[in-house]
T-cell receptor, first 114, second 106 residues
Framework: DAGVIQSPRHEVTEMGQEVTLRCKPI?????LFWYRQTMMRGLELLIY????????DSGMPEDRFSAKMPNASFSTLKIQPSEPRDSAVYFC????????????FGSGTQLSVL | AQRVTQPEKLLSVFKGAPVELKCNYS??????LFWYVQYSRQRLQLLLR??SRESIKGFTADLNKGETSFHLKKPFAQEEDSAMYYC????????FGTGTRLQVFP
């Protein structure tokens, strides 16, 4: 298994543009998480899904952020419109069962909004 | 409030020196705590969990409920230990601290 796959690895965009980050979880995992990593705030949980259903989106910073999971093998995190303060590394992670503690992380997407 | 605090952003030591990465938590329930590690150019991965009482790569961490701490320790640091370390608390979700970068100099 290739593990959790995220794309793109790097994204550079201009303020105001729409950004879409993609994630393919490990096959068979039923939980999927989106985290944002910054120097100041570390790893922040944005949203997580169980069996494709959003369970907790309280970490989503504002309405500009949205996430979907149309099926068990794919999820997107969208920012529209993007702002410079959104620049960060965005990680997707998946796990099996309620085993939240053993998360398998993707390589992350480095987002730079100019 | 549920919170994980890692007071040090950067910890620098020389090879062979003892290491202690601090982690404090705030949680009203019975805590389940973990340490995750991210080596350079690698994915974030689980290092150890308190319920296992295990030692991984020479690292140990003891849960101290009285001090609400879960510090990560290693008696003799190695250069390959240089990485970003995150302490995490499991509630209904996994809450991470802000992380500590460990630099081990030769």
């Amino acid at each position: 298994d290739a593990g959790v796959i995220q794309s793109p690895r790097h994204e550079v965009t201009e303020m105001g543009q729409e950004v879409t980050l993609r994630c393919k979880p490990i096959s068979g995992h039923d939980y999927l998480f989106w985290y944002r990593q910054t120097m100041m705030r570390g790893l922040e949980l944005l949203i997580y899904f169980n069996n494709n259903v959003p369970i907790d989106d309280s970490g989503m910073p504002e309405d500009r952020f949205s996430a979907k999971m149309p099926n068990a093998s794919f999820s997107t995190l969208k920012i529209q419109p993007s702002e410079p303060r959104d620049s960060a590394v965005y990680f997707c992670a998946s796990s099996l069962g309620r085993g939240h503690e053993k998360l398998f992380f993707g390589s992350g997407t480095q987002l730079s909004v100019l | 409030a549920q919170r994980v605090t890692q007071p040090e952003k950067l910890l620098s030591v020389f090879k062979g020196a003892p290491v202690e990465l601090k982690c404090n938590y705030s949680y009203s329930g019975s805590p389940e705590l973990f340490w995750y590690v991210q080596y350079s150019r690698q994915r974030l991965q689980l290092l150890l969990r308190h319920i296992s009482r295990e030692s991984i790569k020479g690292f140990t961490a003891d849960l101290n409920k009285g001090e609400t701490s879960f510090h990560l320790k290693k008696p003799f640091a190695q250069e390959e230990d240089s990485a970003m370390y995150y302490c995490a608390l499991l509630t209904d979700k996994l809450i991470f601290g802000t992380g500590t970068r460990l630099q081990v100099f030769p």
